[in-house]
């Protein structure tokens, strides 16, 4: 499978589109449904005219998502460590942040 080239634009969209899809019809017990695989390709391809990925890369990009999104969860609920809405970053000083790695990897 070729790497596929995300930026962060890229990236907006396909979160937009996961949300869009999280309905019963696109789920199944365990994560998306096939359909909602297809029809998420589908869709990002059609606002991504460039992109032109495939399903596996739409895939692995939302599993590296989902692992980001669970670390900066857990690195929140740390005392001392704040969230800067404007700039959608963690805000906490160099000690915090040895903590934080240490903890997250």
């Known amino acids: 499978m070729a790497r596929a080239s995300w930026n962060m634009n890229y990236e907006k969209i396909l979160v937009d589109i996961l949300h869009e899809h999280n309905h019963v019809k696109y789920r199944g017990q365990n994560g998306w449904a096939p359909e909602g695989w297809r029809s998420m390709t589908q869709m990002f391809n059609k606002k991504c005219l460039l992109a032109k990925f495939t399903k596996a890369q739409i895939q692995e990009k939302e599993k590296e998502l989902k692992a980001n999104y669970k670390v900066l969860k857990e690195a929140r609920k740390q005392s001392g460590v704040g969230w800067n809405e404007a700039m959608g970053m963690i805000i906490a000083e160099p000690p915090i942040w ?8």
């Open 98 to 105: 040895a903590n934080i790695i240490i903890v997250s990897f």
